[in-house]
C-alpha cells in the first residue's frame, strides 16, 4: 500500500524559510510524477510544484518561482520542498502526493496524497 508522509510544517514569518519533507513507500516510484499542492481555507486546492521521480525534472507554479525548490532523493524515497521567501499568501496546508503522470498540475490526476501539513507564515 502506498504511504506519503508530509513533515517539516510550521509557523515562520514573512521572508522566512521552511523545508517540507515526503517520505514514499509502498511501491516502485520510478517513471512516475510527485507533486507538491496547497490547499488555504476556503479555497481549491492546488498545483505548486512538480518532479519526475527518475529524471528528476521540475516543474513549478508562476507563484512560487524562484522562490520554491522541489527535489527527490531516490536512495532514501525522500521528496522535499524547500520554501524560501516565504509570504503570507503560502498559508496552506500542504499536500505531497504521486500520480502515474509526470508533471501534471492537475490534482485529479494524483491517485495517492499524504495526510498535509500545516504552514503558516505570518506578516
Known amino acids: 500500500q502506498v504511504q506519503l508522509v508530509e513533515s517539516g510544517g510550521g509557523l515562520v514569518q514573512a521572508g522566512g524559510s521552511l523545508r517540507l519533507s515526503c517520505a514514499a513507500s509502498g511501491r516502485t516510484f520510478s517513471r512516475t510524477g510527485m507533486g507538491w499542492f496547497r490547499q488555504a481555507p476556503g479555497k481549491q486546492r492546488e498545483f505548486v510544484a512538480a518532479?519526475?521521480?527518475?529524471?528528476?525534472?521540475?516543474y513549478y507554479a508562476d507563484s512560487v518561482k524562484g522562490r520554491f525548490t522541489v527535489s527527490r532523493d531516490t536512495d532514501k524515497s525522500m521528496m522535499n520542498l524547500q520554501m524560501n521567501s516565504l509570504k503570507p499568501e503560502d498559508t496552506a496546508v500542504y499536500y505531497c502526493?504521486?500520480?502515474?503522470?509526470?508533471?501534471?498540475?492537475?490534482?485529479?490526476?494524483?491517485?495517492?496524497w499524504g495526510q498535509g501539513t500545516q504552514v503558516t507564515v505570518s506578516a
Open positions: 518532479i519526475s521521480w527518475s529524471g528528476g525534472v521540475t
Open positions: 502526493a504521486n500520480s502515474i503522470y509526470i508533471g501534471d498540475s492537475d490534482p485529479r490526476n494524483y491517485h495517492y
